[in-house]
């Protein structure tokens, strides 16, 4: 891990409050101006790779490029994504799935459940040992038999088989791509965004993630208890405040 990220966690903690209030969504199909440019800048920005830029990876690049961090979109058409780079500014790039892995030292994976498997077999050498947040989820109508199964295991346990040597944190999964875009730095008590994950620190990172998108953090525990706000659970998509969120699922 780069000595960057080995600081990232306690820097960003103590730098980017003040960012996280000021930063809003951009808006992705349109021209890059001054007034769409970060506010201010991260002390520590971080590169992030994105791999599946749509529904809700091309919201979480806005809102990242707004908090100052550095983010490499990626599809398998890239071309496709030269607009949307350009409405955000020279904090966002585009690539390849394959440079998106290399270049982040956190990487988004938001794709179809389906696309998972694949992602983690054809990228295994790229994603090794990198922080990954996960937002899939699965549906059988969509992913066919493999959603029926991660279902029935939680998909902290089911993505953590699909992304092997990869530090995971389930995150962003609970929330609608439209309600990613509107709530985030909302006036008042921010909406609360579960995460779960095995690795401390990259516990670490995707709660300052959280928090640059402009939400609150929730950690809800290892990924076993992902399961806990996977879809269909009583939190899914609910839109809570943190507090409303621990005590629905019993937390302190
Ligand atoms: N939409 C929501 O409100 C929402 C909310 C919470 C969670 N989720 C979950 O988050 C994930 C993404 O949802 P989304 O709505 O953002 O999906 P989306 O709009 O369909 O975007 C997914 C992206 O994944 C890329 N992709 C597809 N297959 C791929 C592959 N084999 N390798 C690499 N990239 C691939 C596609 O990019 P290219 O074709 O350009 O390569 C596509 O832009 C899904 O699992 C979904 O269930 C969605």
Redesign the pocket.
Same mark, same amino acid.
């Given at each position: 891990m780069s000595s960057v990220l080995r600081s990232a966690p306690l820097t960003l903690l103590a730098a980017v409050l003040s960012l996280a209030m000021s930063a809003r969504p951009a808006a992705s199909q349109e021209p890059h101006t001054d007034a769409q440019a970060p506010r201010t800048q991260a002390s520590a920005p971080l590169k992030i790779g994105i /791999? +599946?830029?749509? *529904? /809700?990876? +091309?919201?979480l690049a806005a809102l990242w490029v707004n908090a100052g961090h550095e983010v490499l979109m990626?599809?398998? *058409? @890239?071309q496709? %994504?030269q607009a949307l780079a350009h409405s955000l500014g020279p904090k966002a790039h585009v690539g390849t799935?394959a440079e998106a892995a290399r270049f982040g030292e956190v990487v988004l994976i938001?794709? @179809?459940?389906?696309? %998972?498997p694949?992602?983690g077999r054809?990228l295994k050498n790229e994603l090794a040992g990198k922080i990954v947040l996960d937002? +899939?989820?699965?549906?059988p109508e969509?992913?066919g038999a493999m959603a029926v199964e991660a279902r029935r295991k939680g998909t902290g346990v089911a993505s953590a088989e699909y992304l092997p040597g990869v530090r995971l944190v389930r995150a962003?999964?609970? /929330?609608?791509? +439209?309600? %990613?875009r509107s709530e985030a730095h909302r006036k008042g008590a921010p909406i609360a965004i579960p995460l779960a994950g095995d690795d401390h620190e990259a516990l670490q990172v995707a709660e300052q993630l959280v928090k640059d998108a402009g939400f609150a953090p929730v950690v809800v525990g290892p990924l076993a208890k992902a399961r806990e706000f996977d879809?269909g659970t009583p939190v899914y998509?609910r839109l809570m405040t943190e507090p409303q969120l621990k005590a629905a699922l019993g937390l302190k």
């Open positions: /791999i +599946g830029t749509g *529904h /809700i990876g +091309g919201a990626s599809s398998r *058409h @890239p496709e %994504l799935p938001s794709v @179809p459940y389906g696309a %998972l694949q992602v054809d937002t +899939g989820n699965p549906y969509r992913d962003f999964n609970a /929330i609608n791509s +439209g309600d %990613l879809v998509t």
